[in-house]
């Protein structure tokens, strides 16, 4: 048919659909109950038939619970400067048998083995650890109704469709085809996923594959495990800043569950303006800064992309935990060479899960050693041990990973505006300035001429900012050297409390908001949006610092005030939480429509509804093809059904989204050469030739479903004079193919 189209990396921009466009909406049509026939069938019983989806739900419940005793009873040596440990525990035990699952797995070892050994080893050391009761019952009790809660929202917009989530559940599906790794590329056949970082694709794998929970199911529990799982550690990490549960709880609410004041806005221009066609509020909400992507852990959760960086936000939490403790140890004389390790594994854990973080965290870790130890041979020692055990404990992952994505930093040619920023991150900066301000005026140790020298230093920087067009710069460094001065006042006169640790927090957030204003991680994505991903990775970053320092902030406020203007105080704080609440609360209720239809955890179920010849040979592969096999489908654009087999199934396909694998790559001939050969053995009438190109990809089937008829015509009923017809759907006109050399 002719079909040649090239892809010039020149000018590709990938940028994801809106909620308006028709590849990002789904029918909302649920089925409460829905067969399934899933890898882990045995004997080709439905699991989906046998479990309902409470059932997954408890059989996750319970095994995270029983991850998160063992890991309890096992961390008591290495952390000793917290007073919680039960908050990190769950959060680490999931990393630690991933981990081990993953290591394991190349002499052959599979989790369940893994699973109960740790069990084993917990239990016997279960009754040398003494529990606090309440604490233990507080923590069950917050990820219990955080998982539920979630998991309960998510089963009434449960498709894995739109946006990105074909690619997360590809990723999915092929981990739980995996029998090493790397996994497969599932979209480019004959290569592996060797360039991405898919630890937290494999932390719901291996949780799915040890419940026996199908992947169209673990998906959406995976989303809401990590969503528990961030509250649960950020409440831990809360509670050891201040030795309060509530303080706990209000950090979780600043990380996880706030909207910025971008939503605020929109939610007030929408009461007085009325609702206006076309805008999407909760899409609105994460795109303020022109040509960037401006996410938030909210959005990140209710969004529903099964990606990289949600994974993420519940490990650099943990890791935050950590740090308090390193710092805490370091400070009381406590550190051992088991705290290094720990914190080491944890840091490490960053690289093959989303490695975006592994630098930012890794200079917060150096930040806080110079800090409390200063530049010695011991800060030498500390910081020898925790990256090289950061490095160590995956060199397998290292020395098969060949990133190409990125080539290297470029210069930022256009700045953020202030106002766009504090649209951000406006929430979280007016308790942090109001602290900076006060403590700074408190202090009696600045004499006037200072006040009067950072009054000029102050306007001067504004009115290079103006001229220079570098709005945001100065108003970054005023709140830098606040920080810096405080952190110097500090030390000066002996370490004092966490504050400290949180002004290290804040300080690294304003620095990584100051690289992305004079820097970008060159990638795929050309001008305009150059600069697109980094600031979507590192924004996300930034809000976890900046929320996590606010909540201790409100409690160092509160704890100073007394009498009628703590009265007033509580009644800002009360204010500003109402505001963080508007987002959560009202995409909740867009996404799920009302909350209308029937809930079910079930992903794949809107298939039925939208192409039920794909969604029934879907079932049929996922039960009868080998580990080996590699289908022919149509490929196809980003963000569309293109790929659908390979995605719902993970079984590889010579090419599924054609600009994703170029972004992955960075390989525009490879692409456009299978793209071309892909077109030719659907359209080609000679036989030798789509021979030569079947083999040349392994090809063991190939499937004609409704897309393929739509692109390639009846040129594709040829194949039924070549090879055996293994599946037939007739009456929704689809049709694989085994080929036979």
């Known amino acids: 048919m002719g079909l040649e189209p090239e892809y010039d990396l020149s000018v590709l921009i990938l940028v994801p659909p809106m909620p308006s466009d028709p590849a990002f909406h789904t029918p909302n049509i649920i089925p409460s109950c829905v067969y399934s026939a899933s890898l882990l069938s045995i004997g080709g019983e439905d699991y989906w038939s046998v479990y309902s ?104 917009y449960p498709e894995i469709f739109g946006a990105e989530k074909f690619m997360d559940f590809a990723i999915l599906n092929t981990l ?7 996994p497969f590329d599932p979209w480019l056949s004959g290569v592996s996923l060797d360039f991405y970082y898919y630890f937290g694709h494999l932390m719901v794998a291996t949780l799915g594959r040890l419940t026996g929970t199908p992947p169209e199911v673990a998906y959406n529990l995976g989303l809401s495990v990590f969503f528990a799982l961030a509250i649960t550690t950020v409440v831990s990490l809360g509670y050891n800043l201040t030795g309060k549960k509530r303080y706990g709880l209000l950090a979780a609410f600043l990380v996880v569950f706030s909207g910025n004041l971008k939503s605020v806005v929109l939610a007030l221009e929408t009461v007085y303006y009325g609702f206006v066609p076309g805008v999407s509020y909760y899409w609105s909400s994460s795109r303020v800064i022109p040509n960037t992507v401006n996410e938030f852990p909210s959005f990140t959760f209710l969004h529903g992309d ?64 110079v800090y409390v130890l200063g530049v010695s041979r011991q800060t030498f020692k500390v910081l020898f041990l925790i990256v090289g055990s950061s490095l160590i404990f995956f060199i397998p992952f290292h020395v098969a990973f060949y990133p190409s994505g990125i080539s290297g930093l470029g210069f930022v040619g256009v700045h953020t505006s202030i106002p766009d920023y504090v649209l951000v991150f406006g929430l979280l900066l007016v308790p942090l300035t109001l602290f900076m301000a006060y403590d700074m005026l408190l202090s009696r140790s600045l004499a006037v001429g200072w006040w009067v020298c950072g009054a000029v230093v102050l306007i001067a920087l504004l009115t290079l900012s103006y001229f220079r067009e570098i709005q945001l710069l100065f108003l970054l460094i005023v709140m830098l050297a606040m920080c810096i001065w405080h952190l110097t006042r500090v030390h000066a006169g002996g370490l004092s409390g966490d504050t400290p640790f949180v002004m290290i927090l804040i300080v690294t957030g304003l620095l990584v908001s100051l690289f992305c204003e004079f820097f970008y991680f060159k990638d795929a994505f050309a001008p305009p949006f150059q600069r697109f991903n980094t600031v979507f990775k590192l924004y996300v970053q930034v809000w976890i610092l900046f929320a996590v320092s606010t909540s201790f902030i409100v409690y160092r406020i509160t704890e100073r005030l007394v009498g009628a203007i703590r009265k007033v105080w509580f009644g800002a704080v009360a204010v500003f939480l109402l505001c963080g609440l508007i987002f959560p609360s009202v995409t909740a209720i867009v996404l799920t429509d009302g909350f ?68 992955w790559r960075s390989n525009q001939t490879l692409v456009n050469q299978r793209l071309l050969d892909v077109d030719t053995i659907y359209t080609t009438r000679n036989t030798t030739r789509m021979l030569e190109l079947v083999r040349k990809y392994r090809i063991t089937h190939i499937y004609v479903g409704e897309l393929e008829y739509e692109t390639y015509g009846d040129l594709v009923l040829k194949f039924d004079d070549i090879f055996d017809v293994v599946y037939e759907d007739r009456r929704n006109s689809t049709l694989i193919y085994r080929v036979i050399e």
Request: aromatic share 18%; hydrophobic share 55%.
């Open 306 to 369: 099964l990606h990289a960086h949600l994974a993420a936000i519940p490990l650099q939490l943990l890791f935050l935990v950590l740090l308090l403790n390193l710092y805490r140890s370091l400070q009381r004389d406590r550190f051992g060479v088991g705290t290094g390790i720990l914190t080491g594994f944890v840091l490490g854990f960053f690289f093959p899960t989303h490695s975006w973080d592994y630098p930012t965290y890794l200079f917060i870790t150096g930040l806080i050693t």
């Open 176 to 182: 739980f085809r995996a029998e090493g790794f790397p």
């Open 596 to 663: 209308a239809g029937e809930p079910s955890l079930d992903g794949m179920a809107y298939l039925e509804t939208v192409h039920p010849g794909d969604y029934h040979a879907v079932r049929w592969m996922r039960t009868n093809l080998r580990e080996s096999a590699i289908v022919l489908e149509r490929w196809g654009d980003s963000y569309t059904l293109s790929g659908r087999i390979s995605a719902n199934t993970g079984i590889p396909t010579p090419l599924g989204w054609a600009e994703h694998e170029i972004i």
């Open 53 to 156: 989806g409470f059932v997954y739900l408890l059989e996750w419940l319970f095994v995270i619970l029983l991850l998160g005793v063992v890991t309890y009873v096992l961390m008591g040596r290495f952390v000793l400067g917290l007073d919680d440990l039960y908050g990190l525990s769950k959060m680490c035990g999931v990393v630690v048998f991933t981990y081990l699952v993953w290591l394991f797995s190349f002499i052959g070892i599979g989790a369940l083995p893994i699973f109960l050994a740790l069990i084993i080893v917990g239990a016997i050391l279960f009754f040398y650890k003494r529990v606090e009761f309440i604490l233990f019952s507080f923590y069950e009790l917050v990820f219990a109704v955080s998982f539920l809660s979630f998991a309960w929202v998510r089963s009434f």
